[in-house]
């Protein structure tokens, strides 16, 4: 039980805590309390605990010459990518061969609003707590083998649609908000699957 004593002591600690002193190992009478009084110890580990968490939030942002550049540089490095894989799809497809494997993309990229959706629903099924919870458990290489298996159902998935369909479900859905009116979205038998 916390005696006037332990009480006085707690406040000092809190105090020191908070004033940033109580860094430094206690000296004199405190630290002679701190030996006796198992309660006031572990409060002491407590507050060091507590402040242990909360400092990292506190810490001003420094900056710094290579700081700013590796932030710079990361935000040129993704439009670069992202340039770097359309330029290399492109190039790719105007080659007989590689055209013909790649031809397939075209269909996932009339739906992109809808397939850029599916994954997020998808991945947070795999990733996030509601679903297998795999955050922070799966390495790279699972990560890598679940691309490789998710875009290529994707892609099966708008081959599929469009043989049925004008517009992906969430392109539809945002052309009906764009003009205010709803785009038919079946195709006549008739049609033949719009090979754009
Ligand atoms: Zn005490």
């Known amino acids: 039980m916390p005696t006037d004593d332990c009480q006085a002591a707690r406040d000092r600690l809190l105090d020191q805590t908070i004033a940033g002193f109580g860094e430094g190992s206690p000296a004199g009478a405190m630290k002679e309390h701190l030996r006796r009084c198992p309660g006031c110890a572990k409060y002491l580990e407590g507050l060091r605990a507590a402040s242990g968490a909360i400092r990292p939030l506190l810490e001003p942002f ?9 932030s710079t540089a990361y935000g040129y490095q993704r439009p670069a990518l992202m340039l770097f894989y359309a330029c290399a799809i492109v190039l790719l497809s105007l080659h007989e061969r590689w055209g013909r494997i790649l031809a397939p993309l075209r ?20 990733f996030y707590g509601y679903g297998l919870g795999f955050y922070e458990r799966v390495g790279p290489t699972l990560c890598l083998v679940l691309a490789f298996v998710i875009f290529p159902v994707q892609v099966l998935t708008s081959i599929w649609w469009f043989r049925h369909f004008r517009f992906g479900p969430a392109e539809w859905l945002w052309r009906t908000l764009t003009y ?16 754009v």
């Open 107 to 126: 269909f996932t990229g009339r739906m992109p609003l809808t397939n850029y959706l599916m994954q997020s629903v998808i991945c947070t099924l795999i």
């Open 180 to 195: 205010g009116a709803a785009p038919k979205m079946l195709l006549d038998p008739s049609e033949s699957p719009v090979a």
């Open 62 to 70: 420094k900056p710094s010459p290579l700081g700013v550049l590796v």
